[in-house]
């Protein structure tokens, strides 16, 4: 029996593949206590510094803003107050904290002329009875 070179590359290749899915299965070793001590630390440190950075960008944000409001006035911009910002509320994952579940919150109904749910647009269906498509050229 004679093997061809394709045969010979589609069973390496094969053979290459089992031997990576094997390699992936492998069991990695628990983690020594020393090991866990440090990886902790190394997740406190890196929280502290998110933290640090955090409070250095909202430092300069808010310095940013009040040079461009200076700069407004003085240029006779018109100008509205600060407003608060919801930073202090949201959660640690950047979103803001609800009460309720995401399932329970209440979406806004969708408005949809396809679905009939929306009047007509007057800019798109103009009051003539007659559309376009019938006046045109190929029209009988």
Do not use: C
């Not at 089992?18 to 190394?42: F, I, S």
């Not at 950047?94 to 647009?121: F, M």
């Not at 007659?130 to 029209?139: D, L, Y």
């Amino acid at each position: 029996m004679k093997i061809t070179r394709l045969q010979g590359l589609v069973t390496l290749t094969s053979l290459g593949f089992a031997l990576a899915a094997g390699a992936t299965h492998a069991a990695l070793p628990a983690p020594t206590p020393e090991a866990q001590q440090a990886a902790a630390k190394k997740k406190a440190d890196a929280d502290a510094q998110a933290a640090k950075e955090k409070e250095q960008l909202g430092a300069s944000m808010e310095k940013v803003a009040g040079y461009w409001r200076e700069r407004a006035s003085s240029s006779g911009w018109q100008t509205h107050p600060p407003v608060a910002v919801a930073a202090a509320q949201a959660g640690q994952s950047g979103t803001p904290q609800s009460s309720k579940p995401p399932e329970a919150t209440q979406q806004p109904p969708i408005r949809s002329e396809k679905a009939g749910t929306a009047p007509p647009s007057r800019d798109v269906k103009p009051d003539n009875p007659i559309s376009v498509r019938e006046t045109g050229p190929n029209t009988k």
